[in-house]
């Protein structure tokens, strides 16, 4: 089990199944995140689907790429980094939804171990806080 847990939980005024159908489209993402985002492959049964992947050019021009690996509609998205990515490695990352008509709620949690010693803690920050800034905004200027 990896050493490292980013673990996010958020609100939004909005249904589960906007909330859902917002953040698995990939090109969405990079409204939220201090990156640029693009789907570079489609997945199997549809193109944010399950085998779809991602590439992430972050600031400073570090690129990586993620493939969604479980994706259960309104309920859970599931990836890893699977090009990319150092110092991070055995990264999973949960979406997890839930919510009714009106509200939803999101719990975002990223596993990961450090490939530097001693450096988890900063790679923690660095992924926690831009995202959770990012939901914040979503929250005020939805959907």
Known sequence: MPANRVDIVQN????????YSYLSDHEN????????????KDGKAGVNG????????LPGGVSLEETVTKAEKNKLIE??????????????????????????????????????????????LALGSPIRAGLKKLVKQGL
Do not use: C, Q
């Not at 919510?99 to 990223?110: E, V, W």
């Open 79 to 124: 990836y890893t980094i699977t090009r990319g990515g150092f110092p991070v490695k055995n990264h999973l990352g949960i979406m997890r939804f839930s919510g009714d008509n009106k509200s939803s709620h999101l719990h975002y949690t990223i596993d990961f171990d450090s490939a530097l010693p001693g450096t988890g803690w900063l790679v923690k």
């Open 50 to 57: 399950v085998g779809s992947v991602r590439k992430l050019t």
């Open 29 to 40: 993402l990079g409204l939220i995140l201090p990156a640029k985002i693009r789907r570079i």
């Open 12 to 19: 939004f005024p909005f249904s589960v199944d906007k909330l």
